[in-house]
């Protein structure tokens, strides 16, 4: 019965840690760099590019903070409105509820990015990061 285990071990590959390789290579892929980028809007470096938004007229990348406050700068909100970021390079004016800011309905959507372009320091990351 042990020569028929001993069969089926080596016919499917069952011989544990001691069938592989002990030499393991790592391979290290090369990641394009990434410039030093700064914030048109507050001349500041950007270390996060991830979180980075396009610029509506230049199309360079901006500070999330500095689109929100441009954004809320240019809009006249009520009592109970607040500008959030809806997804896709869009925010909208929401008006909250009750005091716990879990129930809002928008009443307006701001588009901060153009819908739909493709901007060359955004495919830089994502190439960066494998996407």
């Known amino acids: 019965m042990s020569d028929n285990n001993r069969d089926q071990r080596k016919r499917f590959n069952r011989g544990g840690r001691k069938d592989r390789p ?3 290579e790592e391979v290290k892929l090369k990641l394009p ?4 980028v700064s914030c048109p809007l507050c001349q500041r470096q950007i270390f ?4 980075a ?3 509506p007229n230049s199309g360079e990348p901006v500070h ?3 689109a929100l406050t441009k954004l809320a700068e240019m809009e006249r909100l009520g ?3 607040h500008i959030a970021y809806v997804g896709r390079g869009s925010f909208a004016v ?3 509820r009750d005091r716990s800011q879990t129930l809002f309905t928008i009443k307006r959507k701001l588009q ?7 901007y060359d320091w955004r495919l830089t990351m994502q190439k960066r990061m494998g996407i």
Do not use: Q, T
């Not at 760099?33 to 030093?36: G, N, R, S, V």
């Not at 901060?112 to 493709?118: D, S």
């Open 79 to 81: 009592p109970n409105e």
């Open 64 to 66: 999330f903070d500095c």
């Open 22 to 24: 002990d030499s393991r």
């Open 112 to 118: 901060f990015e153009k819908e739909g372009a493709k």
């Open 94 to 96: 929401v008006e909250y």
């Open 48 to 51: 996060d590019v991830s979180s």
């Open 33 to 36: 760099e990434l410039p030093a």
């Open 53 to 55: 938004l396009a610029d």
